[in-house]
């Protein structure tokens, strides 16, 4: 185990179209955390999970976004209709109870 | 409303000098701060926190409650300083991260 790791790296995407992101945490974390950083701005939360439960949602996260964390291991983030004020670096981050935040190296996305 | 300020986006120094990186924070209470950095091609990475009080790297940084202030220093400052730096605060019951826009931190030989 590496750390944690996203799947794409990259995703081009037209406008409207639908996008689905992969997080898998370091395997003993049960505490997972998605962000949002556009160019040029540190990361922004959008939302947080604690074993499959997603206890806190950011105002970032729209209707057209929806995150899931079915068995407590990896976690997806869906985003549908994808608008170009989308394009962003999506990061993942996850750690245990006490311990401070480790960061995947982020999914870049851009829609046309 | 919680915040944090980095109000430097470029900060470019020469080998061998010192460095001071601002970060300036919004908390009602009691605040843990953090320096995070990313170098190039490289994903997020801790530097410090406040309460270990430990120097990585050469880097400092103290926790100024008056000032509302958590810069970051480095006697002198060496080419493979040369990254992004994020200044952070956690934020409510979930621990998540308010993050500073970030200073990119070029060093010159």
């Known amino acids: 185990d590496t750390g944690v790791s996203q799947d794409p790296r990259h995703k081009i995407t037209k406008r409207g179209q639908n996008v689905t992101f992969r997080c898998d945490p370091i395997s003993e974390h049960n505490r997972l955390y998605w962000y949002r950083q556009t160019l040029g701005q540190g990361p922004e939360f959008l939302t947080y999970?604690?074993?499959?439960?997603?206890?806190?949602k950011s105002r970032l996260l729209s209707d057209r976004f929806s995150a899931e964390r079915p068995k407590g291991s990896f976690s997806t983030l869906e985003i549908q209709r994808t608008e170009q004020g989308d394009s962003a670096m999506y990061l993942c981050?996850?750690?245990?109870?006490?311990?401070?935040?480790?960061f995947g190296p982020g999914t870049r996305l851009l829609v046309l | 409303a919680q915040r944090v300020t980095q109000p430097e986006k470029l900060l470019s120094v020469f080998k061998g000098a010192p460095v001071e990186l601002k970060c300036n924070y919004s908390?009602?209470?009691?605040?843990?701060l953090f320096w995070y950095v990313q170098y190039s091609r490289q994903r997020l990475q801790l530097l410090l926190r406040?309460?270990s009080r430990e120097s990585i790297k050469g880097f400092t940084a103290d926790l100024n409650k008056g000032e509302t202030s958590f810069h970051l220093k480095k006697p002198f400052a060496q080419e493979e300083d040369s990254a992004m730096y994020y200044c952070?605060?956690?934020?409510?019951?979930?621990?998540?991260?308010?993050f500073g826009a970030g200073t990119r931190l070029a060093v010159h030989p």
């Open positions: 908390y009602s209470g009691s605040p843990e």
């Open positions: 406040h309460i």
């Open positions: 999970f604690q074993n499959e439960a997603q206890l806190e």
């Open positions: 981050a996850s750690r245990k109870e006490g311990e401070t935040q480790y």
């Open positions: 952070a605060l956690i934020s409510g019951g979930y621990n998540k991260l308010i």
